[in-house]
């Protein structure tokens, strides 16, 4: 049998593994198949039936393992793309200079305070006329 101590297992308990990390995981439990699948290939020829059902088991595992590590090298993914997105969005609510170096607030006072002025200056015109 090939020795699959060294495969880590996929955490389930809360610790969030990085990309990385699951990458060599996924690169990991890749090798323990290939190891399985020689195995079983070389056991195959061979006519003892309980080694070809061991090394068949073995390899079973060795895919479920790898089916394990694949979902949570995604899953990983997914986290990192799903918190790339929610900083651009954070990014792009923050308040930012207008190009007159201006904030959107600081427009918007001085918008109202040309709205009153150019009122007050045709109010006088009229009065004065």
């Not at 880590?8 to 699951?22: F, I, K």
């Not at 996924?26 to 195959?44: N, P």
């Amino acid at each position: 049998m090939p020795d699959t101590s060294d495969i880590p297992a996929p955490e389930r308990s809360g610790g969030e593994l990085t990309v990385a990390e699951c990458a060599a995981n996924l690169r990991a439990a890749r090798s323990g198949i290939k190891a399985c699948e020689r195995l079983y290939e070389d056991v195959r020829k061979g006519s003892k039936v309980t080694a070809i059902t061991r090394a068949r088991s073995e390899w079973g595992l060795a895919l479920f393992s790898w089916a394990e590590a694949l979902v949570a090298h995604e899953a990983a993914k997914d986290r990192r793309n799903i918190a790339a997105r929610l900083d651009r969005q954070e990014d792009a609510m923050r308040a930012r200079p207008a190009p007159g170096g201006r904030t959107r607030a600081e427009e918007l006072a001085h918008a109202s305070r040309e709205r009153d002025r150019s009122e007050a200056v045709e109010r006088d015109r009229r009065r004065y006329e």
